[in-house]
Nanobody, 119 residues
């Protein structure tokens, strides 16, 4: 089992062009984690993956955030971060941290953080 808890109070607001760092505390069977990700779900849309980081440190990004967002973990992999720069109103969404663990790549989710980017 893996537990993910996003910090930040549940909702944050930032102006367009600004920066924000999302944090997700990771606990449980950390050694079983195969990969971690950040997803987002905009109003009326499906939840989509925007960035991945594998256990070997390889990272990938969805096109709309590439060059603006950076995914990372601390060395112990007890924290997952998403640094978001040059934010745009279209980045407004609920952001979720995710981990896949074990032989079946079971999904674990954080509780979600509402990010609102105002123009």
């Amino acid at each position: 089992q893996v537990q993910l808890v996003e910090s930040g109070g549940g909702a944050v607001q930032v102006q367009a062009g600004g920066s924000l760092r999302l944090s997700c505390a990771v606990s449980g069977n950390i050694s079983s984690i195969r990969a971690m990700s950040w997803y987002r779900q905009a109003p009326g849309k499906q939840r989509v993956v925007i960035s991945n980081i594998r256990a070997d440190g390889y990272t990938s990004y969805e096109t709309s955030v590439k060059g603006r967002f950076t995914i990372s973990t601390n060395d112990a992999k007890t924290w997952l971060y998403l640094q978001m720069d040059s934010l745009k109103p279209e980045d407004t969404a609920v952001y979720y941290c995710n981990a896949r663990a074990g032989d079946t790549w079971r999904n674990f989710w954080g509780q979600g953080t509402q990010v609102t980017v105002s123009s």
